[in-house]
């Protein structure tokens, strides 16, 4: 994921934050969550953007359930990788690819519409870092379940390992998802996607 940004924002380290600085919300307090669907100025793109939002929170509850299942013993470890492998692959393919769209295309035009929000934009460039970060060890613990099953290594550790580092990537997606939802849908609401460029 291709980004400007190597370190987190101090305070602003998605690994602890909460929420966003209220001086970043200004336009989420104009046009609440509530309102967004039923605004005439949320467009295709935005509803597309906010569709994939919705896939990685659904994907990632999926495998969320399934890593749970496994280690609780109720599938067996094949199944389990053969169900997993290609759900895994996909999220991780469609993440990055999501982030690299973001970072080249639309987060340059959003953050030269309101200067306000410059900031913003920043932390959510660094989320990305973060989250890339975290992505790898999801990936890395993911290889070494595969190699346990492969040659009868410690299942039960390495299903542990993924399901840790699962829950850890999808806390830090979710985090990152609402904050950048906040700042970008009101930000698309109040300037309209044909003023940004994006229709």
């Given at each position: 994921m291709a980004s400007t940004k190597s370190q987190p924002i101090p305070g602003?380290?998605?690994?602890?934050?909460?929420?966003?600085?209220?001086?970043?919300?200004?336009?989420?307090?104009?046009?609440?969550?509530?309102?967004?669907?039923?605004?005439?100025?949320?467009?295709?793109?935005?509803?597309f953007w906010l569709e994939r939002h919705g896939m990685f929170r659904e994907l990632g509850a999926a495998m969320a359930?399934?890593?749970?299942?496994?280690?609780?013993?109720?599938?067996?470890?094949?199944?389990?990788?053969?169900?997993?492998?290609?759900?895994?692959?996909?999220?991780?393919?469609?993440?990055?690819?999501?982030?690299?769209?973001?970072?080249?295309?639309?987060?340059?035009?959003?953050?030269?519409?309101d200067a306000r929000l410059a900031r913003g934009f920043d932390i959510l460039d660094a989320d990305h870092v973060t989250i890339d970060r975290f992505i790898h060890e999801l990936a890395e613990s993911g290889a070494a379940l595969e190699a346990a099953i492969r040659g009868g290594g410690d299942l039960p550790g390495a299903g542990a390992r993924l399901g840790e580092r699962l829950d850890a990537t999808l806390t830090v997606l979710t985090r990152h998802l609402d904050d950048e939802e906040d700042i970008v849908v009101p930000l698309i609401i109040d300037r309209t996607e044909a003023a940004l460029g994006l229709g």
């Open positions: 602003e380290d998605l690994t602890k934050r909460t929420g966003l600085p209220e001086d970043l919300l200004v336009l989420a307090a104009r046009y609440p969550r509530e309102t967004w669907q039923g605004h005439r100025n949320l467009g295709e793109m935005a509803r359930d399934g890593s749970a299942s496994f280690r609780e013993n109720e599938i067996a470890a094949k199944p389990f990788i053969q169900w997993l492998a290609p759900r895994f692959n996909f999220f991780l393919s469609e993440l990055h690819m999501h982030h690299n769209v973001e970072d080249h295309h639309y987060f340059p035009r959003f953050r030269a519409a």
